[in-house]
């Protein structure tokens, strides 16, 4: 069990540019999500899969954010033509996914927009 | 719209005194909470949960407690040492109806040697 595992820790981009982040889940874990936090608030929920299926989507969630799993393993969040509001810090936690239960989270991937 | 909220941005105890960090939820659907606590540069680690079906649940120095009917949950730790300065995050799901988690904004805990 290595964690969960994200890339890149760090990301800066220009403002208008698209950025990609990856999430490694635990293996085995069925459920994986994606949450923002910005400074002084707490982990805002983005949207969540189980296996390869997304569940739900946040509707605070623009149409420039889009989130896949292709095979039920690694997941990617992309943002297209990010504006200086995306910085955040963007996490990614997986569960084994046998019903309500504790999230084991990665370390984040820190997004500044310039 | 808050559902979970912590009204105390930070909180500062005296080591080896009990620290009481305390969360209020406005959403009747939610049935289960958790504790999750922050270091810097790290994500979230679980602490501790609670079921709706329960008023307390204890975990070595850590007891959360659940009150219903308020719609507040707290959590105790006692005694409070220096490697619980951390931010701690209480989160909420509504079980098999939507078990999505929500967080609140999160208390910083100092804990004063």
């Known amino acids: 069990d290595t964690g969960v595992s994200q890339d890149p820790r760090h990301k800066i981009t220009k403002r208008g540019q698209n950025v990609t982040f990856r999430c490694d889940p635990i293996?085995?874990?069925?459920?994986l999500y994606w949450y923002r936090q910005t400074l002084g608030q707490g982990p805002e929920f983005l949207t969540y899969?189980?296996?390869?299926?997304?569940?739900?989507k946040s509707r605070l969630l623009s149409d420039r954010f889009s989130a896949e799993r292709p095979k039920g393993s690694f997941s990617t969040l992309e943002i297209q033509r990010t504006e200086q509001g995306d910085s955040a810090m963007y996490l990614c936690a997986s569960s084994p996914g046998t019903g309500v239960e504790k999230l084991f989270f990665g370390s984040g991937t820190q997004l500044s927009v310039l | 719209d808050q559902q979970v909220k912590q009204n105390s941005p930070s909180l500062s105890v005296q080591e080896g005194r009990i620290s009481i960090l305390n969360c209020d939820y406005t959403?009747?659907?939610?049935?289960?909470f958790l504790w999750y606590k922050k270091y810097p540069a790290e994500g979230p680690t679980f602490l501790i949960s609670i079921s709706s079906i329960k008023d307390k649940n204890e975990d070595g120095r850590f007891t959360v407690f659940l009150n219903k009917s308020a719609k507040h949950l707290s959590l105790h730790i006692v005694p409070s040492q220096p490697g619980d300065s951390a931010v701690y995050f209480c989160a909420a799901s509504g079980g098999e109806r939507d078990d999505k988690i929500i967080f609140g904004k999160g208390t910083r805990l100092h804990i004063l040697p």
């Open positions: 293996s085995e874990h069925n459920r």
């Open positions: 899969f189980q296996n390869e299926a997304q569940l739900e």
């Open positions: 959403n009747s659907m939610f049935d289960y």
